[in-house]
């Protein structure tokens, strides 16, 4: 031994060459364990903060889980009154927008790198020259006190966002006097009529509608809901009685009502539904509607105890300021946030113009494009702000996680521009907190996410007086532009999982697509993918059609969010155009153009084929039985042997009368399970990736019917006895679970799922984008190709609930999976089969899909119950 | 068919077979090794080598294919949700099911019967089989997701304690399609064996006669060694007796296990099995007919063979037919408003309802034909009907597995299947791949066994 002379040293320093030769391919990284680990972390335990995300200067309080610092999912913050617990799909998948690899990186000057010294200098000649802020509309006290000095300093400040609320407040200002709020509480509601109103994405109203059309047997006295609307949505879905009209119509429907009906029997008979309802009545009215309709839905609503209004949360909202500046004789031109060229192709041209331009934002969009310095702003999870909720109630916004490409925040370019000395974003807050929350601390209020009784006051002499209402004309062809339910004005173009998220109504993904009527478009002659072309006077657009059944006639919906042009990837991907080019006009010509497109339809057949698949009735029918569920909800026998059980027997009950089809469910699944998204060409070969898909299907009288449809965890599963590897089987807990590692991928699982919710790797679908990656549930599994994948009832939840109760000798706190936890409407119960849904599957309206296959599903349905007015047949 | 009519058929076959020999002149032994063992020594012809090259240009074409697919996924394929098998398994259950045939007129022929007509073509029947099989056992393996995990549906002690899940078909039909390529390449080769030997005898050069003589493993001719033989053959025929009928009887499990409206039914493994046979058969008439006339065979595969599998093929039509009616009665009887729908108005009428109608002409209808003595005899017609009845048994594998898939429980998972060029290619490779494979078994190996022949003569002409 003595003659080799190796050393413990040298042999350790040998096997350290050879180990580090044998992994070259891997780059060599610092890492660095925790030496003294931070008391809040703990390795592999998520962490959850609570904070807000704001769209048009309004806060949605939110609860993030983060992983070592890594935000990997978001819920709604139960103690926010914007949220209620629950979120929308935006809100969901803005995790994906934090991680996006299009996001700006660095600040820039004419697409040079720049340092933030340039930006200071600009900003500095700005200070002395006559320069507009243009911001999205905002909420933030913090924001509002620096525009103050800035108006102070000679400098002008404007607000614009495409689709915020301005409508209301115009038409509020017609019978108030004055631009004030409209705040509905329909927790006491009986009777709802909704002129084109968006209830379901509006979180606080939804939960209030859901909790007021609760049906526990026949005999439930629950709201009823009317909605008048152009285009199919989800409110339309989830309402008694629905009507189709051109947007111009709902303000001559909304006079009709006032004046009890008229001669329209239909309107007759909602006008003495509400008048019976009283107090407990209210009409209101849809952000998209216009002045008119709200005036008039103001007037209807007068003396309903559903309805007050109070001062505009948003700081100076419906007020000159809240339109585009005109920017004659302005040197330099801020855009902060928002994304005003592509928003406002008018406006695009005269920021062309503009001398000295500097845009702060997240992506290089067509704003970004046609400004000189550009500078990268901060995600919503990266940043210290403040700003209110639909309510008013003051939100501390939080980061999470460090700026990712060292953004910078309106604050902070507003107080370069003031000239102030660089201040620490959470130091200024904490200073200012005092005076904005005197009655809360703001660690509290940083732990809470909301600071209670906040909320704008209800001004009690504000009474809607009764000045005629002019409603205008018809027309043929009516547009309606409206913001896309995901994309919104197309600032989520770019993030991958809102734009394969099918849209509820037409189940389309990727692309854009106008939307008619079978008879406007059978006038036409057009037919869906056919690409048409959309004229007033001189401005033009050309988008592919779709065949919406239930939509009005001779109107035509155009969702904003397309055409985008910016250097955004995914944005730029989908057909379509701006839809922006058309704001303003109300009639438009509609002419068919040769080409077509194949649109991704995630649905081919929208009939149920007079099947007993989404169930449903009146309430009527229910209280004299003769919907006759029972018969979907025997055990059937079987051959199948019977599972051992042991634990808490896990289950699921989806109410279709209270579900909206808004798909914050399917968005939160993709989150929480690490979803791979597949792109349009793989959505139209049939592989679309979610485990959780809303079936809509368009019953005999024209009307859309959604089932919430993801995997059973049937007792008696086909799949599981059909896998040649047992890679599929099932739990003592009554779970239906998938190894994915054992599985080969056969695929007659799938074939033999009468339900078809299990979904296959047909590809490496999964990103190998490492900025993408950190934003994936370290504890669900990535799954590679070639393997079979399904709902798992989040079973990664159940296992950290059930090792907590362990660990804590408790019982278990029965978790939420993330499709019940995101869901604004509590459509979605899960639970214990015993305990939390033996209630609500004793209803007389739960059924079980495709029961006579004595699949024995432990996933069961409550039908969908219309409470119809009697007085209307039909 | 009326009795009467029956009876005047099964007696014009009693005439037929009186005057219709299965060889035709008394060659003598000599001259019926030439004829049937020189074609292994000749030189290769223009037309062999272009058949050669087309062949094997297809066959790399499979092989690119088939890279492609185990590289980045069956993504390539046009398989998806709901239609997750696709043309995998319908080219798997189609090849599979041509094999029978070979199977059927080497084994139970022999075993069952001991018929004579089978003598001048099992062994031509009997490499199709083999060469079907090879075709098909690429599907299973390759339509998987993670092929190269195929090994955990056999049973092996796995030091994971894991074992194939038996109640599902798929393990049964990897045993069942693996033993099936066993024994007949086992059944193929052993009676091989005395031409081979042949062959060694004959070669006119020493390396051939060295080759041939490896693989006729010291094949002598003494009479202990055909005693041997003898047994040898009749037990392996006995064992791929059952095959014949097990085989595809498993493969039917794979569907008629599931519950899925178009698969769900008790019919399906005599059903398949009669498709199979009926299939099989047309692949022997379309490949014999061209071979006859390649190596102008007329003298040992007669007009009264073609009559023989011609009658083979309406008889399974037949079942076939049968099976059909009864799958569309037993929907109508249950009363399932998912099966009613699948078999009365999806498949005659849906998407696919060209499918549906070109099937049932070709699998019934134009078999009907069969029936006239005259059109048996014709080879151009045989040939033509048998080249249909394979278009229409591939098309009757597309119509049970696609057009059940596309179609389930639930409408809001209905979504179209249309196949990638990458599934067109694989098809197409497996044509060519067989048919190269057919070609070097033709050209090189002797694909009438002598040694039966030259027995049947002295039985026949000793008479």
Redesign the interface.
Known sequence: MSSLKLSRRSLFKLAGAASLAACSSRPARAILPYAKQPPELVPGIASYYATALVEDGLATGVIVEAHEGRPTKIEGNPDHPSSGGATRAIEQAAVLGLYDPDRLQEITERSEPAPWQAIERALAVARRGRTHVLLEPTSSPLVIELIARLRNAGMTVSFWSPFEKRESLAGNAIVLGRPLQTRVDLTNADVIVSLDGDLASDLPRARQLSDRRQVIDGTSQIARLYQIETCYSTTGIIADHRRAVQPSELARTASALLAGGGDDPWLAAVARDLKRAGTRGVVIAGERASAEVHALAAQLSAGSQCVAYCEPVVFEAGTPSHELPDLEGVDTLLVLGGNPAYTSPAFAAKLAAAQTSMYLGLYANETAQMCRFVVPAQHDLERWDVARGDDGTLTPIQPLIEPLFGGHSVAEMLHALLGDRPIDARDELAAAWPKFAPAMRFEAALAHGAVPKTAAPAIADAKPSRVPINAPAPVAIELALRPHPFLHDGRYSNNPWLQELPETVTKLVWDQAAQLSPATALAHGIATGDVVELSSFDRAIAVPAIIVPGHAEGAITVPAGYGRKGAERVAREPVGANAFELAGAREVRLTRTDRHIELAVE???P?????P?ALGGTLVELRDGKLALGKYRDAVPTLLTEMPRSGPQWAMQIDQTTCTGCAACVMACAAENNSPVVGKE?VI???DMHWL?I???IDDGGATVI?P?TCQHCEKA?CE??????ATTHSPEGLNEMTYN???????C???C???V???????FKSHDPLRQLGANPNVTVRD????EKCTYCVQRLRRAEIDAAVEHRAITVPKTACAQACPTNAIVFGRLDVEIAEVRRRPHSYA??HE?GTRPRTQYLARIRNTNPEIVG | MSVASAASVAAEDAAEEAEDPIIIGNPTDEQLSDQLLSHTWRPITRGWKLAFLITGLGTLMLLALITLTVMRGIGMWGNNIPAAWGFGIINFVWWIGIGHAGTFISAILLVLEQQRVRTSINRFTEGMTLFAVVQAGMFPLLHLGRPWFAYWLFPYPAEMDTWPQVRSALPWDAAAVTTYLSVSIMFWYLGLVPDLAGVRDRAPTLWRRRIYGIFALGWSGSVQQWRHYKIAYLTLAGLATPLVISVHSIVSLDFAEAGLPGWHSTIFPPFFVAGAIFSGFAMVVTLIIPARRVFKLHNVITARHLDMIAKMLLVTSSIVTYSYVCEMFLAWWSGDRYELFEQLRERPFGFYAVVFWVLISCNCIITQALWSRRVRRNVVALFIIAALVNVGMWLERFEIIVVSLTRDFLPSSWHQYMPTWVDIGILTGTFCFFGLLFLAFLKWIPFVPVSELKELKHEELGK
């Open positions: 649905m081919e057949s009939l149920e084929h007079h099947r698949v793989q070969r049939g592989r898909r079936d809509r299907y089932q449809m086909p006895y059909v896998c040649p590897v047992e054992r599985c080969v991928g056969t695929r007659f799938s074939n033999n009468p339900y078809k299990r979904r296959f790797n047909w590809f490496d190709r070639g393997v079979m899909e495709l296959q």
